[in-house]
């Protein structure tokens, strides 16, 4: 049997929206944040709420579950603020919670099914199953999509 290397593992963050987990790579998050206070900019997409000034960088503030189309939520004790650094541009993405930090062997990354709980198919990099959970590994480069970059400044 062959070694496993670090190849053979990604690193995510497991996070909650509604009853649902998610992941993604930690390679992109740089910190995770309290709900703190975020500035509205009139003309921008719904989804995007705004901006924070988080330790002295302006960065755009997009709420997943708007993104998504998932039921709106009033921010809450376990509400976060997941900070990600994408091609040297800071962006907050507002979840219900940060769970985990795990690593997830590759070859149990799964092919997304057709319906996944109402989020569109195009956001999603596939599904993994480890031991007793079930959470959905997310498209980070589909979520912000260039012309959405340019819109938040990111």
Do not use: C, W
């Amino acid at each position: 049997m062959a070694e496993e290397t670090a190849d053979d593992y990604l690193k995510v963050i497991v996070f909650q929206l509604k009853e649902e987990e998610y992941a993604m790579e930690v390679d992109y998050i740089q910190s995770i944040e309290r709900m703190q206070s975020v500035t509205r900019i009139p003309g921008v997409e719904s989804y995007i709420i705004g901006v924070m000034n988080l330790r002295g960088i302006i960065t755009p503030v997009i709420d997943l579950r708007k993104r998504f189309n998932i039921e709106r939520f009033e921010y809450d004790d376990a509400t976060r603020i997941l900070v990600l650094n994408k091609d040297d541009n800071e962006i907050g993405f507002i979840v219900d919670g940060a769970n985990d930090v795990m690593d997830i062997p590759v070859s149990e990354i799964e092919p997304t099914p057709e319906v996944v709980g109402g989020v569109a198919e195009e956001y999603l990099r596939g599904v993994v199953k480890l031991e007793d959970r079930l959470f959905t590994l997310l498209h980070l480069d589909k979520i912000l999509n260039k012309s959405e970059e340019k819109k938040t400044g990111a």
